[in-house]
């Protein structure tokens, strides 16, 4: 699985990001596909999965600030970001769901207060 997170950054509290994940179509359209997150010290976590049929799953700490979405034409998934908060901030990775052993190098969002 090849798969590429882009689009972090350091942002403030309040302000929207928007993070990519591109890889082949194979899989990012004939899989259910995840962005997780990992904080320093803390486990990875599951932050939001889409499946084939569109079907969506957001953690609490994000619902409602958060919304996936994958475009077929480009074999790409999104996560789009909004009012972050610092406790967003995280090394986050896309990887199909259930997650494969290939989490690639992930993309850092930083969030100030």
């Known amino acids: 699985v090849q798969l590429q997170a882009s689009g972090g950054g350091m942002v403030q509290a309040g302000e929207s990001l928007r993070l990519s994940c591109a890889g082949r179509?194979?899989?990012?359209?004939?899989?259910?596909m995840a962005w997780y997150r990992q904080a320093p010290g803390k486990e990875r976590e599951l932050v939001a999965r889409?499946?084939?049929?569109?079907?969506?799953y957001y953690a609490d700490s994000v619902k409602g600030r958060f919304t996936i979405s994958r475009d077929a034409f480009k074999n790409t998934m999104y996560l789009q970001m909004n009012t972050l908060k610092p406790e967003d901030t995280a090394a986050y990775y896309c990887n199909i769901y259930p997650p494969s052993s290939n989490w690639g190098r992930g993309t850092q969002v930083t969030v100030s207060s």
């Open positions: 179509a194979i899989t990012v359209i004939g899989n259910a």
């Open positions: 889409i499946r084939s049929g569109g079907t969506t």
